[in-house]
């Protein structure tokens, strides 16, 4: 990357950015991020010293060698896999997904499980996974999702030749000590100092996007120039630096809506950064919201709260999306452009953007290495889990209207499903935003009716949109969603499901913990005083474009 590819159309930000550098420089904040000082972020110092403990991240392009070696042995070993199937949350799956989507590949395909849904856990069990290399990815060890995910598909690949288990997690773990057994042929422990969506080019990125025929020696290599130009201390000629103050700038201005346009080689890059960003700095009532995915639209469909950032492949970068974000910039939205000169300077781009949040977070004066709501939902989770281990039920809401089809769960004043709908959403605007929060077995019918909804609440109430599917989004946005501005309005999307399967060694099922995931959250959204309604559909297909019929009609009147 270009350092001259860096600035935009920053019009209403520039002298926000300019202060936002002198301050870096001021504090002294590049050297200080390079000697892991913690106090840049805190002047507590137990917490300085929890973050000093979360910063081995900057070493691993310099430390290539380290992971590259076993890694590439261990593709030799499992060369005659047909597939790569990553069993993880957040951290631990969205590097691996953009790397073997953005990147060429000589191997196998790399599936990513990282849902409860039992449609979603049988889609992965009925490709045939014999000759299946399955990959445990939990920095913890402890994650539920990938324990219960491990645990079945340990049991049910039992008798197939040629299914093999590996596992990815840190020294110590209750996965570290069960991979030092058989079924499980290999265990990659990561060092103990870098924290989960800040692991990108560590084993949790490396092994996976290696077993499936990345070349990641190649992508380590392209990302030492970023690392070096990150060290410059002059910041504003420091790409980490300088998008740092960027994004600093641009929530201190009220601008906290990043609104990510990414090239199609890059699709995937979106929602790294999204969890990234969100889990970084929604905390303590404030942060920077990403909004990825949502179509470009003219000026007018957007309030005075966003800020564009395009990404694209130099060989991606067509006219059409130019020309509308300059009409953007005209309008006073700020945009900042980076181009990204090849597929493999991916790498180099996902340490720019690991640089750039943990500088935005001492100008934002966060923490952007803890995550203090995320353990909300699942402590709520747990606790219904525990009711049904004790009532053979989960504890349930009782409709607010009748339900035909479709049931509305929450304060809904209004006599229909579309009117209550209405009703709820109608108050969203900027700085508002609006959440749609899918548990359902992601398929593309079903993204394309929450992008629907987006499209019409952004265009008639200028409000921006997230969308994210259960339980993915709790390890990336929920913790934006619980700890940031208090200004989101939740739908969550519930449905009845024919198929179920049993976790083995567990009292519950999949379907069960799926629900209790999505009731969990909704109660945690509550009780951090954010608005959620449940809408629980008894057909799902029919649903879900009932409710974007119900969004059109109302808010086109």
Not at 172 to 198: E, K, S, V
Not at 322 to 343: F, M, S, Y
Request: charged share 20%; net charge negative.
């Amino acid at each position: 990357m270009r350092r001259s590819d860096l600035p935009g159309n920053l019009g209403p930000l520039q002298g926000a950015i300019k202060a936002a550098l002198d301050r870096l420089a001021q504090t002294d904040a590049i050297g200080r991020l390079w000697r892991r000082d913690g106090t840049l972020w805190t002047t507590d110092p137990k917490i300085a010293r929890s973050i000093e403990e979360r910063l081995g991240w900057l070493g691993t392009p310099e430390a290539a060698e380290d992971f590259l070696a076993p890694v590439e042995a261990f593709r030799r070993e499992v060369a005659a896999a047909r597939q790569i199937v990553l069993l993880g949350m957040g951290g631990s799956s969205l590097a691996p997904e953009v790397m073997a989507a953005a990147l060429p590949r000589n191997g196998p395909p790399l599936i990513v499980l990282d849902s409860t849904a039992p449609q979603a856990v049988r889609a992965v069990e009925q490709i045939g996974l014999e000759h299946t290399v399955f990959v445990v990815s939990s920095k913890s060890g402890t994650t539920t999702e990938t324990r219960t995910l491990a645990a079945y598909f340990l049991h049910h690949t039992a008798p197939l030749p040629g299914a093999a288990f590996v596992a990815v997690t840190d020294e110590g773990t209750p996965l570290a000590r069960q991979a030092a057994t058989p079924p499980f042929a290999r265990a990659f422990i990561n060092p103990r100092d870098i924290g989960g969506r800040y692991s990108a080019l560590s084993f949790f990125g490396l092994v996976p996007a290696a077993l499936c025929g990345v070349d990641v020696r190649r992508l380590m290599e392209r990302a030492m120039p970023m690392v070096r130009a990150c060290r410059g201390t002059n910041v504003a000629d420091n790409p980490g630096a300088w998008l740092g103050a960027v994004l600093g700038a641009a929530t201190a201005a009220g601008r906290d809506k990043l609104t990510l346009v990414t090239s199609p080689g890059l699709a995937g890059l979106g929602a790294w950064i999204e969890q990234l960003i969100a889990e970084s700095t929604g905390k303590q009532g404030r942060g920077l919201l990403p909004v990825d995915g949502e179509p470009l639209a003219d000026s007018d469909a957007y309030g005075p709260d966003r800020l564009f950032v395009r990404i694209a492949l130099a060989a991606e970068v067509d006219a059409a999306t130019e020309k509308d974000l300059d009409r953007l910039a005209q309008a006073g939205h700020p945009v900042v452009r980076i181009t990204v000169a090849d597929p493999y300077d991916l790498g180099a781009e996902l340490f720019h953007w690991e640089v750039a949040t943990a500088l935005a977070g001492s100008l934002m004066d966060i923490n952007p290495f803890d995550e203090p709501n995320v353990q909300q939902s699942k402590d709520i989770t747990n606790s219904l889990l525990a009711v049904y281990a004790r009532d053979g039920r989960l504890p349930d809401e009782v409709p607010a209207l009748p339900p035909d089809g479709i049931a509305l769960h929450g304060d809904v004043p209004g006599r229909r499903i579309d009117e209550a709908l209405e009703t709820f959403l109608r108050p969203a605007e900027p700085p508002g935003y609006v959440g749609l929060l899918a548990y359902l077995h992601r398929t593309a019918p079903f993204d394309s009716a929450l992008a629907q909804m987006r499209q019409v609440l952004r265009d008639r109430l200028r409000v921006a949109t997230t969308r994210g599917f259960g339980p993915r989004y709790l390890h990336s946005t929920g913790q934006f969603f619980k700890g940031g501005p208090p200004t989101g309005r939740f739908l969550i999307f519930t449905a009845d499901s024919p198929l179920d399967l049993e976790i083995p060694g567990e009292p519950y099922t999949f379907g069960t913990l799926f629900r209790a995931q999505a009731l969990g959250d909704a109660e945690a959204l509550r009780a951090g005083g954010r608005e959620v309604r449940r809408v629980h559909l008894a057909d799902p297909a029919r649903g879900l474009a009932a409710v974007a019929r119900f969004l059109q009609e109302r808010f086109e009147r």
